[in-house]
């Protein structure tokens, strides 16, 4: 397949030569269909499969790669397919119907993507992008019809990575969306902002990856931020917590004497991690 499939192409010829020798003739056309086949599932699945991810879920698109170096990679895989066009033609049998048939064959394969587009099936409203939202401007102050807090939310939902976690959200309208975290709003206050009420897990039940959804919403309201900052307080009174205790544990061995007199001595607690020792 290097080479622009140069010598594929050319071992197929030579079947297609040796079989009009022989007397096979429908023999060694079997050879250049295999080729085209080849040349088609080789160079045509990766730009299929950019069109459909990337119409199911725009935001997929960073996962690609660079627009211009994605978009440059489609477009040499595409311009590939030419020798398997060349192929067809030649090897379409006379007559006009034929030749007519291979020309439709030819078409359909290579507007492939373009049929894939326009049938994929896009969510009914309006379904922002980051940059439709401005979410780097917020410092800069950027107008915008939504106000701050509605904003954040969006922009933290409508955010590359949380495209790719949370699919269901992102195929939800912006309009939906807002009222999805309006809901989850109000039932975090009548819990107190308690992320785990039986009712705000139900309420989430659909969504796989809360973890998105859950630092969106402290965004939005302010109770769920509240209860998360003394999480993390509560949290990092329990880390060290554990590494007083650890480094009293460790004071409380002897300390090392080498056998030979060190030029540096020095302590410290070290941690064991993925098997290994960072000290």
């Known amino acids: 397949m290097e080479y622009g499939a140069a010598p594929l192409i050319a071992l197929s010829w030579g079947g297609v030569l040796l079989a009009q020798r022989i007397g096979r003739p429908w023999l060694g056309r079997i050879l250049p269909y295999l080729t085209v086949a080849l040349l ?9 499969l950019f069109v459909l991810d990337t119409t199911r879920y725009p935001a997929c698109a960073e996962t690609w790669g660079p627009l211009e170096i994605t978009a440059w990679s489609n477009a040499m895989e595409l311009y590939s397919l030419v020798p398997a066009v060349l192929i067809m033609l030649a090897l379409r049998a006379p007559g006009a119907r034929r030749g007519r048939l291979a020309r439709v064959g030819v ?16 969510p009914a409203g309006k379904v922002s992008a980051s940059r439709d939202l401005d979410c780097f401007a917020f410092d800069e102050g950027a107008p915008s019809k939504l106000n701050e807090r509605d904003r954040r939310f969006l922009c933290a939902i ?32 009548r819990n107190g902002g308690d992320l785990r009420a039986p009712e ?26 509240q209860a998360i900052a003394e999480e993390e307080q509560r949290m990092k009174a329990a880390n060290d917590a554990y590494v007083a205790t650890a480094k009293r544990r460790c004071a409380a061995h002897p300390r090392h004497r080498p056998k030979i007199k060190p030029v540096r001595q020095a302590s410290a607690t070290v941690w064991t991690e993925f098997w290994y020792i960072n000290a």
């Open 200 to 225: 705000l897990e139900r309420a989430m039940g659909r969504i796989q990856d809360t973890s998105t959804l859950t630092r969106a919403l402290a965004g939005k309201c302010p109770v769920v931020a």
């Open 158 to 189: 409508r955010d590359g990575l949380a495209w790719k976690a949370v699919p269901e959200l992102a195929r939800m309208p912006d309009r939906e969306l807002l009222a999805y975290g309006d809901q989850l709003c109000a039932l975090a206050v």
């Open 107 to 122: 078409s359909l394969v290579l507007a492939a993507p373009v049929l894939l587009c326009v049938t994929a099936s896009a």
């Open 40 to 48: 088609i599932v080789s160079n045509l699945t990766s730009p299929l």
